[in-house]
């Protein structure tokens, strides 16, 4: 880069009142180069720290945002479970709350009658301070109130004794109930015999025995694998009928409320046969288990039941007859 020159000529420069000749050839002087003002050290690193402290300002900011999320999503998982467990507790709830009003009735009912017997006590007294001539029967009267209202409170203490015995009586029998109940048949049909009709209770339940039905041949070969002698099983002719029992234990299954019941010799028709009978399961249970002679037999039928979702659906009647 060359160095900028300022030519002067003789002319143009004076000093006072004296004139200098300068030489013909021109002077040239050297103009020396700006230079730039360098950057202070100081500022150039605080410019640094600003930018590092905005870099851990924002990693900061993202992990905040990350805590709080998580903490949003464990509070939605807590509160799942506890809507959950509240649907829970509220079932136990309601049936509590039953027991209770039933307790509370009982309850009320004795205090009643504790009432009743305090009242009389104060009339008793009241006679006693008139009627001086009968004191000693007044007096009587008066000991046998205070044992009847003795009695009384310890027929409360008891009731409620046996309300709480009862309590654990009915969880033992529950539990033993479920204890030999069983699971419930597969979906499906299934042959064998009814030993317990329970449709009008809540749940309808039903005892069954499940058993394998041979008719024919198979019966005789049937008969002949569970040891009958062969001659004997022949002997069941080709209208044998056979049932093979491989349980004694019987399954408690409930019943679906809207399940149907068909019956096969209930109604008899003028031409001198049976035809098919639907009904409910509250009717079905009040033939089953009463005592009329014409359907005592319906007791010792045999059935067909069909399951869906291990409850019964349906009830059928089986005609065995050849």
């Known amino acids: 880069m060359s160095t900028p020159t300022v030519p002067e000529t003789a002319s143009d420069i004076a000093t006072d009142a004296r004139r200098i000749t300068l030489p013909e050839t021109p002077v040239i002087r050297p103009v020396p180069p700006e230079r730039p003002v360098p950057r202070s050290p100081t500022a150039t690193r605080w410019f640094w720290v600003a930018i590092v402290v905005l870099a851990a300002l924002l990693v900061a900011t993202i992990a905040t945002i990350v805590w709080q999320q998580d903490r949003v999503n464990d509070a939605n998982a807590t509160l799942t479970n506890t809507r959950g467990a509240l649907g829970a507790v509220q079932g136990d709830l309601t049936s509590a709350r039953a027991e209770v ?21 104060e009339r008793l007294r009241g006679v006693l301070a008139t009627t001086r001539s009968d004191s000693d029967r007044i007096a009587t ?39 030999i109940a069983g699971s419930p048949l597969s979906d499906g049909t299934w042959e064998g015999r009814i030993f317990m009709m329970g ?59 809207n399940a149907t019941v068909t019956l096969r010799s209930f109604r008899f028709q003028e031409h001198g046969s049976y035809q098919a009978t639907e009904m409910s399961i509250a009717k079905f249970t009040r033939i089953y288990n009463g005592t009329a002679a014409w359907n005592a037999h319906l007791a010792h039928a045999s059935y067909r039941l069909t399951m869906l979702g291990g409850r019964v659906t349906a009830i059928d009647e089986l005609n065995l007859s050849p």
């Open 141 to 179: 009267e008066l000991q046998e109130t205070r044992a009847d209202l003795a009695r009384a409170r310890d027929d409360v203490s008891a009731a409620r004794a046996d309300v709480a015995a009862a309590r654990a009586d009915y969880r033992d029998a529950r539990a033993e109930l479920l204890a």
């Open 199 to 257: 449709g009008t209770q809540s749940p309808p339940t039903i005892a069954f025995d499940e058993m394998g039905l041979f008719t024919g041949h198979d019966a005789i070969q049937a008969m002949i694998e569970d040891g009958t002698p062969r001659e004997k099983a022949r002997r069941c002719g080709e209208d044998c009928v056979y049932w093979r029992n491989p349980s004694t234990e019987w399954r408690i299954m409930t019943i679906d409320p």
């Open 101 to 121: 009003t039933r307790l509370e009735r009982r309850l009320a009912r004795a205090s009643t009658e504790v009432n009743g017997l305090e009242r009389e006590v």
